[in-house]
């Protein structure tokens, strides 16, 4: 059997909505793999917003990202409220969250279930019409169990007429598998 990435499988379901000159978020830097994917699918008509409340993930997305579309946060992803310009509310095509720790960073620093939830709350608010929510969780690490049931709870409590929900599991029957989600918010009346 082929293995399956749930981050292609997600940037696929992303690129379908995706287009040139939309604002989207990236709600956890990491090492940048998910923002280079959405500066590439914005364009430079585009607009980017990136947090991460780690320095190290700032620094190693400036070095590597160059795009005028690209905006950048050491903040957490609770707060991208207090960050965005009030022009971007209602107007994000899309938001990424890859939760976890820093690949190849320190594993005590983690996404955190409470602050997590605020996150997609916020997330939830900030979409556009037709716009799509999308988070990899990874119950495999410390506090990675907990935040999945919750992020799995919060989608399925959002599957309504509001929102599609699509929870995409792992073909592997290990529990430590990471689980993606993908949320479609409904198109305005």
């Known amino acids: 059997m082929t293995a399956i990435s749930l981050v292609k499988t997600v940037q696929t379901k992303?690129?379908?909505?995706?287009?040139?000159?939309?604002?989207?978020?990236?709600?956890?830097l990491g090492k940048g793999q998910d923002t280079a994917f959405l500066v590439t699918a914005v364009g430079e008509t585009g607009?980017?917003?990136?947090?991460?409340?780690?320095?190290?993930s700032i620094d190693h997305v400036q070095q590597h990202i160059?795009?005028?579309a690209l905006t950048?946060?050491?903040?957490?992803?609770?707060?991208?409220?207090?960050?965005?310009?009030?022009s971007a509310h209602g107007r994000i095509r899309a938001c990424m969250f890859n939760l976890g720790y820093l690949p190849g960073g320190n594993q005590h620093i983690i996404t955190h279930t409470t602050s997590t939830l605020v996150a997609l709350h916020a997330a939830c608010q900030v979409l556009m019409p037709d716009?799509?929510?999308?988070?990899?969780?990874?119950?495999?690490?410390?506090?990675?169990?907990?935040?999945c049931r919750a992020v799995t709870e919060f989608c399925q409590q959002r599957a309504t007429e509001e929102f599609a929900v699509e929870i995409m599991m792992s073909h592997s029957i290990n529990p430590k598998a990471p689980v993606g989600f993908v949320l479609t918010k409904g198109k305005a009346a």
Do not use: C
């Open 72 to 86: 950048l946060y050491q903040a957490n992803h609770a707060d991208l409220l207090n960050y965005l310009p009030m």
């Open 14 to 28: 992303l690129l379908e909505r995706i287009q040139k000159g939309d604002w989207v978020i990236d709600a956890t």
């Open 47 to 56: 607009r980017v917003f990136g947090f991460d409340i780690q320095a190290e």
């Open 131 to 147: 716009g799509i929510l999308t988070i990899i969780a990874y119950p495999g690490h410390s506090g990675g169990a907990e935040e």
């Open 66 to 68: 160059t795009s005028s």
